[in-house]
């Protein structure tokens, strides 16, 4: 049985694998028979659920990616049972029992993505998600704007919509796959302290110059806050204090009357021509060309 849902203003039959108990839902429909080769986008959405909401399930038609974006609620995924919350994502697909409930009085709000394809199981180990994983993606809210652009896209009814969701849906899987961290890693100290330090430069950016100044704002030792950045990141700490500053730099360029000169010094470089070298290694052009794109 499938109930009806209104999409911007059509009736669409939904598939009666989603749960009831869904108070507010966004949700898109394609090919819900696809082809099996290549890779193919079959629905996907952002749903509210109620506390009392409820998926059992002992397989799947399709592939599918879910992501908590607010909220709480539990799952078991292949006989491992976990709390959810923001930041957590899991996939599961053919042939994986799954197990999604709510945990009242929280409202459960998460993405999804349901797609099918012989390239579908190879994209997900490729994102190291493989079907009947679950892990976090750091920071919490990294993935909404790729699974918002998704949602936009698959509602609009337009030639090349649907190649465009595959082309977002693989989009999703590579920034998956730069900023998942495996559950077992959030349980450590180790990981605990490296969000701390890497929300202490976000928070102080503009005023830290030095990997000795970023060290003691975070009370860290040098070397152990090194080792941190390289277990947990793909960058030092230093290189990510000079990619804050360097973003913040280009933004301000880009707004009328703000010389180079300006722009360096509020992000703590006193010397005009050593900000210029630090600006085109990081964004590949001068500061002064930088400008001109305006």
């Known amino acids: 049985m499938s109930s009806q849902a209104k999409e911007k203003g059509v009736m669409v039959a939904e598939p009666a694998f989603f749960s009831p108990a869904v108070k507010q839902a966004r949700r898109f429909y394609q090919d819900l028979n696809p082809a099996s080769r290549g890779l193919t986008v079959v629905s996907g959405g952002l749903e509210h659920s109620r506390p009392d909401y409820e998926i059992h399930r002992q397989t799947f038609p399709f592939f599918s990616i879910e992501y908590v974006a607010r909220g709480a609620g539990n799952l078991r995924l292949r006989g491992r049972t976990c709390a959810l919350e923001p930041g957590m994502i899991f996939s599961y697909g053919p042939g994986v029992a799954h197990d999604i409930t709510g945990s009242p009085p929280s409202v459960l709000v998460k993405y999804f993505v349901d797609f099918s394809g012989s390239a579908a199981a190879g994209m997900l180990r490729q994102c190291k998600l493989p079907a009947g994983q679950v892990a976090r993606v750091f920071p919490p809210n990294t993935l909404c704007a790729l699974f ?147």
């Open 148 to 294: 918002d652009e998704l949602i936009e896209t698959g509602l609009e009814a337009g030639p090349g919509n649907a190649e465009l969701c595959v082309k977002l849906l693989e989009c999703l899987a590579l920034k998956i796959s730069v900023a998942i961290t495996p559950l077992k890693t959030l349980e450590t100290t180790a990981y605990a302290t490296y969000q701390q330090c890497r929300q202490k430069i976000e928070q102080h950016f503009l005023k830290l110059e030095t990997l000795e100044e970023v060290a003691r704002e975070c009370h860290a030792d040098k070397a152990y806050l090194c080792r941190l950045f390289r277990r947990f990141d793909r960058r030092s700490p230093y290189q990510y204090l000079l990619r804050l500053k360097m973003n913040h730099a280009a933004a301000r360029l880009q707004q009328p009357g703000v010389l180079v000169k300006q722009a360096a010094e509020e992000v703590g470089f006193s010397d005009p021509f050593h900000f210029s070298r630090v600006f085109r290694k990081a964004l590949g052009v001068s500061p002064a060309k930088f400008k001109s794109f305006r």
